[in-house]
């Protein structure tokens, strides 16, 4: 009995290879997580205030878990004073530095002491976008 | 009168003089000579479960069974020898026979057999007193054969017919 | 004629052994033999295992492009961003095992287009492939060749895989994945 089971489990296992047998194969696995987006205010207009950045990173979290991000539909330059602010960094993003107009001195790299924004990108500029002045967080 | 020789007399001194003769001949026509001017080489190959690589006597390669030629690390070859001695004459081949050759890493072997020749059987030197000869066999590979470089020799002979 | 082989007559020969001597043939009834070495070389079966998962870590809805190089660098282009925190970024490894300095060919499969999300929610995907022969990544971003093929030294190489992640503009949020299989023979 154990002799046949052997040999069936071994035709098993043949047959579930399914590759030449000269061949060796392995996978791995591939993950993304896509954070949910939520939009806090629209129009926000300029100058912005980093009390409405703390406003919206104050607002409920989203079903979905990921770190927040502050995405800038167009250079704000109210958010220059908000960099000044101790605190408030932003992860650097290629070719931010050429899209901006005037002296935007965003630091290169840290996190935010509330611990909710974790990177910044500029979209407007680089994707031709100039019309929309709202900010979109984020929330881990 | 001299009576005539005994028949067993006369053998005798006979074969002396056919030796003489032979000997005489030896020192002036072609002494037959064979040497080796490149080695048999069954290239790389995998295992796998075992079965036999037969290499032909113009050197190409066929498996059966679970190994897998590879077509790198050295190309196959047939061994070549050369012939020389008396213009056409025909000389014999002499293969080793099956179950004499083994080719072996240190600690582990495998058989080589089918010895083959190109010409087979027997041969004919030519114009100039020269021939090559091309020697293939079959190499059985064990089931998971263990890696490594495997070596031997063989022996090939050549006679006047 | 007769009496020039008076004298082998005296000694006894008889004539039909002279008629024997003088019909052996100008051959020497040499033979020879030489030996010849054979060899043959056998490989061990070559392997592979993989030692590292392809994450991507967090990023952002928005149209655009995640690269994330053969060496775990991740860049962006357009709409989408990624984010630092959440979990590392790495491209994935393979280890290979072979004989020596032998080549081999590669064949990839798996998600070859797209990761999936919930509620069958899809983004596209190009892998970024390279084969080395020692575990440093080159940091590869160009999706459009893969490595068909790579080469043992000492037995041993590597596979890295990155890979270029299309994002939308309204990506549903949440984990995407799939999966990348290498498979490797001597050729």
Not at chain 1, 82 to 108: E, S
Not at chain 2, 83 to 106: C, E, F, H, K, R
Not at chain 3, 27 to 51: C, F
Not at chain 3, 83 to 107: E, M, R, V, Y
Request: contains cysteine; hydrophobic residues 45%; aromatic residues 4%.
């Amino acid at each position: 009995m154990r002799g046949t089971l052997a040999a069936g489990a071994l035709l098993v296992l043949a047959l579930a290879a399914g590759r030449p047998v000269d061949a060796a194969s392995a996978g791995a696995s591939v993950t993304v997580r896509v954070t949910q987006s939520v939009v806090v205010q629209a129009l926000l207009g300029a100058p912005l205030s980093i009390n409405d950045i703390l406003d919206a990173l104050r607002a409920p979290a989203g079903p979905s878990t990921g770190s927040v991000l502050i995405r800038l539909a167009q250079i704000a330059p109210a958010l220059t004073q908000g960099v000044a602010a101790p605190g408030f960094a932003a992860d650097a993003v290629p070719g931010m530095q050429a899209a901006m107009a005037g002296a935007l001195t965003l630091p290169l790299s840290g996190t935010l002491q509330r611990e909710l924004v974790a990177a910044v990108s500029l979209i407007g500029q680089e994707a031709g976008n100039d019309a929309q002045p709202s900010i979109t967080v984020a929330f881990n | 009168m001299r009576s005539r020789p005994s028949p067993s007399r006369s053998t005798e001194p006979c074969h002396r003089w056919v030796a003489l003769a032979l000997l005489a001949a030896a020192g002036t026509a072609g002494a037959q000579t064979l040497s080796n001017t490149s080695p048999l080489s069954f290239g790389a190959f995998t295992a796998g479960s075992g079965g036999t690589i037969v290499l032909s006597t113009a050197g190409a390669r066929s498996k059966s069974g679970g190994v897998l030629l590879v077509s790198q690390g050295g190309a196959a070859a047939a061994a070549q020898f050369s012939v020389t001695g008396t213009a056409s004459a025909v000389y014999t081949i002499t293969l080793p026979v099956d179950g004499t050759v083994l080719l072996s890493d240190g600690s582990n072997s495998m058989a080589l057999n089918g010895f083959a020749s190109s010409p087979a059987g027997t041969g004919i030197l030519s114009g100039g007193g020269t021939a090559v000869l091309s020697i293939g066999a079959t190499l059985t590979v064990g089931n998971a054969q263990a890696p490594g470089s495997y070596t031997g020799s063989f022996n090939v002979t050549v006679n006047y017919q | 004629m007769l009496n020039s082989l008076k004298p082998f007559l005296r000694h006894g020969v008889g004539a039909a052994c002279i008629a024997v001597v003088g019909l052996v043939p100008p051959i020497a009834q040499a033979a020879d033999n030489a030996s010849a070495s054979a060899t043959a070389e056998v490989l061990v079966p070559i392997a592979v295992v993989k030692a590292t998962d392809l994450v991507f870590g967090n990023v952002v809805p928005g149209n655009g492009d995640i690269t994330l190089s053969t060496s775990g660098a991740r860049t962006r282009s357009g709409g989408t961003a990624f984010s630092t925190s959440g979990a590392a970024p790495t491209a994935a490894k393979f280890d290979i095992t072979g004989s020596g300095n032998n080549t081999f060919s590669i064949l990839y499969t798996g998600s070859d287009t797209v990761l999936t999300g919930p509620a069958a929610a899809t983004m596209a995907i190009d892998w970024i492939t390279e084969a080395v022969t020692t575990a440093t990544p080159t940091n590869k971003t160009d999706e459009t060749t893969d490595a068909s093929t790579g080469t043992l030294a000492s037995g041993a190489a590597f596979i890295y895989v990155g890979a270029k992640l299309t994002v939308g503009g309204a990506q549903a949020a949440g984990t995407y994945t799939g999966n990348v299989v290498v498979t490797v023979g001597y050729n």
